[in-house]
Nanobody, 121 residues
């Protein structure tokens, strides 16, 4: 079994900063891409940022230059540093990990339960 757990959400005023963390644990042979997604009330889930094992990154246009995704392969963790937050960033933030649990095993994407980020005026 593989578990993905996010942490670090909270409330912040507009213009402020927050950092999120995500750890994948359990039976893990190899982790491929890891990603941050978010879902605001009444909206579809959207991809925020992604990072490969080799630490190539990509961002949604709406967060580019404000958010930074990083990764520690030794800890099976990714992070999301968020700066200059606005009310439009209020959402439930999810982490996903593309994992091969065992050598030769099926590759599957695992999701966390999410961590809430609320930005007030």
């Amino acid at each position: 079994q593989v578990q993905v757990v996010e942490s670090g959400g909270g409330s912040v005023q507009s213009g402020g900063s927050l950092s999120l963390s995500c750890v994948a644990s359990g039976t893990i042979f190899y982790i491929y891409d890891m990603k941050w997604h978010r879902q605001a009330p009444g909206k579809q889930r959207e991809l925020v940022a992604s990072i490969t094992r080799d630490k190539f990154t990509d961002y949604a246009d709406s967060v580019r230059d404000r958010f930074t995704i990083s990764r520690d392969n030794t800890k099976n963790m990714i992070y999301l540093s968020m700066n200059n937050l606005g009310r439009e960033d209020t959402a439930l933030y999810y982490c996903s990990a593309k994992v091969q649990p065992t050598s030769g095993g099926d590759i599957k994407t695992y999701w966390g339960q999410g961590t809430q980020v609320t930005v007030s005026p």
